[in-house]
């Protein structure tokens, strides 16, 4: 790989990096604006809220235009914590699994699973090595 591709290549993954930053924090934030279920309940149709079923999450009512939108930008930053969160408990699965040498099938689905949340969460989690990686040079060349 040539210098300047090599250079061109941090560079987007320094911007990537840096929206994906910026995405979570406009997540966090809006979605601590919503009020919860129980505050719209009577206009949950053209609302956006938080509700409390199975594990937090924001939901958009049926008329919100670009509802859909809005729930993937406002759960942004919760599917860090939910995908971490997922991951770790398909490797205790895993490790149940090997321990008392259950059936081949269930480790093997516990498995794909446990490889698919892991590189996923690897995906979520990536940028935030880089940054301090990027930011610790940029000290170090300007100090």
């Not at 505050?39 to 999450?57: G, K, L, N």
């Not at 993937?72 to 895993?94: D, E, P």
């Amino acid at each position: 790989m040539t210098k300047n591709r090599q250079a061109l290549l941090v560079k987007l993954l320094l911007l990537a990096s840096l929206l994906h930053l910026g995405l979570l924090i406009i997540s966090f934030v809006f979605s601590m604006t919503l009020p919860s279920f129980h505050e719209v309940a009577q206009e949950s149709a053209i609302h956006c809220y938080w509700t409390d079923a199975m594990v937090p999450f924001v939901e958009c009512g049926r008329d919100v235009s670009a509802g859909w939108l809005l729930d993937l930008i406002s759960n942004y930053w919760t599917y860090l914590l939910y995908l971490l969160g997922t991951a770790i408990a398909c490797w205790v699965q895993v490790a149940l699994f090997v321990g008392s040498w259950q059936g081949s099938l269930s480790l093997g689905m516990s498995l794909l699973y446990a490889i698919g949340f892991t590189g996923l969460g690897l995906l979520f989690y990536a940028p935030f090595p880089f940054l301090i990686w990027r930011g610790y040079l940029h000290l170090r060349r300007h100090s």
